[in-house]
T-cell receptor, first 116, second 114 residues
Framework: GAVVSQHPSWVICKSGTSVKIECRSLDFQATTMFWYRQFPKQSLMLMATSNEGSKATYEQGVEKDKFLINHASLTLSTLTVTSAHPEDSSFYIC????????????FGPGTRLTVL | AQSVTQPDIHITVSEGASLELRCNYSYGATPYLFWYVQSPGQGLQLLLKYFSGDTLVQGIKGFEAEFKRSQSSFNLRKPSVHWSDAAEYFCAVGARGTASKLTFGTGTRLQVTL
């Protein structure tokens, strides 16, 4: 149980284009989803927290207009990197927390984004 | 604000040797504590967690961790390391309650020599 998937697992795009990454909870309802960014050989940095049906809460320093987050249902959240640039290249990981749980997060396998 | 310190950036141990990875946290109350492992290019796998109760927590793959409130520590241990344990290990702290955000340490890279 408690499986989280991400799609795609890797994506390469041209500078200036937008890329959408999906995060799905496969066997539970995720009232809250989190998006993290990880640079090579570094730790995970929380980008934003999204609650189903509400606007995402972004961490300080994260551009909300560049990283659009939508949590339209209890099983799906999307992260759209708009007008991507090479500096947006990174490993993006989502996690989901189930309704009524103790707060444990279940992590997806991550998405490797490379912007050329 | 909560924070996590993993003092060791890189550790090398021989296969079969014991392992201890250090983690110290800063939090105003009793936190939720986690250890995750990440293989290159992969997501995070939960090794173990502490919410309450017995302060010695058993996890998967033969790992255990001990919560020591007086030392604000949650060190990860394994009595005998296998070559497949080579990976990045992250300690994380979260506030109690539902869907609380986690704060991660900087990670410890474990190398295992044969």
């Amino acid at each position: 149980g408690a499986v989280v998937s991400q799609h795609p697992s890797w994506v390469i795009c041209k500078s200036g284009t937008s890329v959408k990454i999906e995060c799905r909870s496969l066997d539970f309802q995720a009232t809250t989803m989190f998006w993290y960014r990880q640079f090579p050989k570094q730790s995970l940095m929380l980008m934003a927290t999204s609650n189903e049906g509400s606007k995402a809460t972004y961490e300080q320093g994260v551009e909300k207009d560049k990283f659009l987050i939508n949590h339209a249902s209890l099983t799906l959240s999307t992260l759209t990197v708009t007008s991507a640039h090479p500096e947006d290249s990174s490993f993006y990981i989502c996690s989901a927390s189930d309704r009524g749980g103790l707060g444990e997060q279940f992590f997806g396998p991550g998405t490797r984004l490379t912007v050329l | 604000a909560q924070s996590v310190t993993q003092p060791d950036i890189h550790i090398t141990v021989s296969e079969g040797a014991s392992l201890e990875l250090r983690c110290n946290y800063s939090y105003g109350a009793t936190p939720y504590l986690f250890w995750y492992v990440q293989s290159p290019g992969q997501g995070l796998q939960l090794l173990l967690k502490y919410f309450s109760g017995d302060t010695l927590v058993q996890g998967i793959k033969g790992f255990e961790a001990e919560f020591k409130r007086s030392q604000s520590s949650f060190n990860l241990r394994k009595p005998s390391v296998h070559w497949s344990d080579a990976a990045e290990y992250f300690c994380a702290v979260g506030a109690r309650g539902t869907a609380s955000k986690l704060t991660f340490g900087t990670g410890t890279r474990l190398q295992v020599t044969l």
